[in-house]
């Protein structure tokens, strides 16, 4: 079946630009996670959708940052005013519920901040 | 806080041989740990989880120790082949919080 996937691959933008990232999870998953990789380093946790509920925005780095999940389903990751430290590959992931341990991943999107 | 650390960053090493990956982990009340394989322009994929009562899981030439007194786990890769070249994450995942606290990884590299 699908998989979870992202677009775009690949982008790349001025610094000062805003930029939307999108995720659509694996049909019927509930929860979805959005994570960000910088070079070399480990993922970093951004925010949590478990259905209806609210989510979890403790990782966002900084009010630049929302993400939004319609329906449900698709997630958008979105990064005003880009700086050049928001360069990085972002990933989102789905599981079946929160407790699931097995999360599914997407191939990312690699953001590149000139 | 938890923190996991991967040793080393990146390793070598000739087709065929077993070879051991390390992660350790600074708080031992984890609720599991994982280890996953990221290959470049693919997303992650879970190769194997422990849960915090277990000490070992294994799947085909993969096999993961789990020492939580220690802070450590290892991934253990028998027989490696050039298909196993890729980079390694272990995720650790905190009592019932469902956040992952990750390693940087290590990138392996099998040379045929």
């Known amino acids: 079946g699908a998989g979870v996937s992202q677009s775009p691959s690949n982008k790349v933008t001025e610094k000062g630009k805003d930029v939307e990232l999108r995720c659509d999870p694996i049909?019927?998953?509930?929860?979805l996670y959005w994570y960000r990789q910088s070079l070399g380093q480990g993922l970093e946790f951004l925010i949590y959708?478990?259905?209806?509920?609210?989510?979890?925005k403790s990782g966002l780095p900084s009010d630049r940052f929302s993400a939004e999940r319609t329906g449900g389903s698709v997630s958008t990751l979105t990064i005003q005013r880009t700086q050049q430290e928001d360069s990085a590959v972002y990933l989102c992931?789905?599981?079946?519920?929160?407790?699931?341990?097995?999360?599914?991943f997407g191939p990312g999107t690699r953001l590149t901040v000139l | 806080k938890q923190e996991v650390t991967q040793i080393p960053a990146a390793l070598s090493v000739p087709e065929g041989e077993n070879l051991v990956l390390n992660c350790s982990f600074t708080?031992?009340?984890?609720?599991?740990l994982q280890w996953f394989r990221q290959d470049p322009g693919k997303g992650l994929t879970s190769l194997l989880l422990?849960?915090?009562s277990q000490r070992e899981q294994t799947s085909g030439r993969l096999n993961a120790s789990l020492d939580k007194s220690s802070g450590r786990s290892t991934l253990y890769i028998a027989a490696s082949q050039p298909g196993d070249s890729a980079t390694y994450l272990c995720?650790?995942?905190?009592?019932?919080?469902?956040?992952?606290?990750w390693g940087a990884g290590t990138k392996l590299i099998i040379k045929p």
């Open positions: 992931a789905s599981s079946w519920t929160a407790s699931q341990d097995t999360q599914y």
């Open positions: 049909s019927g998953h509930t929860a």
């Open positions: 959708f478990q259905g209806n509920s609210a989510p979890d």
């Open positions: 708080d031992s009340a984890i609720y599991n």
């Open positions: 422990i849960q915090s």
């Open positions: 995720a650790v995942r905190v009592d019932s919080n469902y956040q992952l606290i």
